[in-house]
Nanobody, 122 residues
Framework: VQLQASGGGLVQAGGSLRLSCAAS????????TSWFRQAPGKEREFVAG????????YYAESMKGRSTISRDYAKNTVYLQMNSLEPEDTAVYSC????????????????WGQGTLVTVSS
């Protein structure tokens, strides 16, 4: 499975961005897809995840109410819509896929895409 993340950029505080994670290859192996982020000098942290088959969604507390994760079967793509962005959301965002279960632990994931940088200016 290959994952291609896109959609990052520079946005002002209060603005919105939509990130995309396009999967190719053995996509039927995917059980869950999640977004993680890593800010400079900080640990990678879970942002949001989705069960690929049933669509159940999961969010980090910091993202609840201002982000939505969704999937498009036809395009093998997972989206992360982020609203009301804050400077603290500035980070490299990466998508990852797991073959077995949903988890918030990065090292459990089997496949990773490259990161896309999100910069939120104040």
């Amino acid at each position: 499975v290959q994952l291609q993340a896109s959609g990052g950029g520079l946005v002002q505080a209060g603005g919105s961005l939509r990130l995309s994670c396009a999967a190719s290859g053995r996509t039927f192996d995917i059980y869950a897809t999640s977004w993680f982020r890593q800010a400079p000098g900080k640990e990678r942290e879970f942002v949001a995840g989705i069960n690929w088959r049933i669509g159940r969604t999961y969010y980090a507390e910091s993202m609840k109410g201002r982000s939505t994760i969704s999937r498009d079967y036809a395009k093998n793509t997972v989206y992360l819509q982020m609203n009301s962005l804050e400077p603290e959301d500035t980070a490299v965002y990466s998508c990852a896929a797991d073959k077995v279960a949903f988890t918030q632990t990065p090292h459990d994931y089997d496949y990773w895409g490259q990161g896309t940088l999100v910069t939120v200016s104040s």
